[in-house]
């Protein structure tokens, strides 16, 4: 059974940092790249960042480059965000996704909330 268990988010301040974690299982994690998506309320769901299977890839949305870093432990069967300098518009429910061909996972998302 397939599972993607994202956990780490929480209200924090403006220029405050977050570290959020996706946990898997049910499949062979490092022959996959992830993604960490975000949707804020009204909005469409976008991509925040990608990372390849090895990590030895990574992309960033325009709007968090600098700020927020991706990272996988394969050992561990975890990929991570680190997301820092938050900003209000980075409210948002974040996804974790598993990609590879055409086989493709979601998890069921944590909320960050940015906030004084």
């Known amino acids: 059974q397939v599972q993607l268990v994202e956990s780490g988010g929480a209200l924090v301040q403006p220029g405050g940092s977050l570290r959020l974690s996706c946990a898997a299982s049910?499949?062979?994690?490092?022959?996959?790249?992830m993604s960490w998506y975000r949707q804020a309320p009204g909005k469409e769901r976008e991509l925040v960042a990608s990372?390849?299977?090895?990590?030895?890839?990574?992309n960033y949305a325009d709007s968090v480059l600098g700020r927020f870093t991706i990272s996988r432990d394969n050992a561990k069967n975890t990929v991570y965000l680190q997301m820092n300098s938050l900003k209000s518009e980075d409210t948002a429910v974040y996804y974790c996704?598993?990609?590879?061909?055409?086989?493709?996972?979601w998890g069921q998302g944590t909320q960050v909330t940015v906030s004084s």
């Open positions: 996704k598993a990609r590879r061909s055409s086989s493709e996972y």
């Open positions: 990372i390849s299977s090895a990590g030895s890839n990574t």
């Open positions: 049910g499949f062979t994690f490092n022959m996959y790249a």
